[in-house]
């Protein structure tokens, strides 16, 4: 499966939604390795919808907008930054271990 194959589904089928958000986590995090972020940030952006209090799937949008907003500064990178910062900003909201 790929990324856009598990995306596509109107419907998680037979597996629950948070074995869909961990295949969307694993497949970006995969692209991520290959330097494919605009990739993996879809990945990432189905994986925060179906789990959305894992702080590894935000990170990893966040991590992914980054890259984006680096590369494609000189052309519509900016939309990437404030998605970045929100993502990273929802990291910090979801970490209880300082508090």
Do not use: I
Request: charged share 25%; net charge negative.
């Amino acid at each position: 499966k790929t990324c856009a194959m598990v995306l596509g589904r109107k419907k998680p089928g037979p597996a629950p939604t948070s074995e869909v958000g961990d295949q969307l986590l694993e497949d970006g995090e995969k692209l991520l390795a290959e330097q494919r972020y605009g990739e993996a940030y879809e990945c990432f952006q189905g994986a925060v919808s179906h789990l959305p209090t894992k702080q590894l799937a935000w990170y990893n949008l966040g991590f992914s907008a980054s890259e984006l907003w680096q590369a494609e500064a000189a052309e519509a990178g900016d939309e990437f930054l404030p998605r970045a910062l929100e993502a990273f900003r929802t990291v910090l909201r979801l970490d209880t271990s300082k508090r």
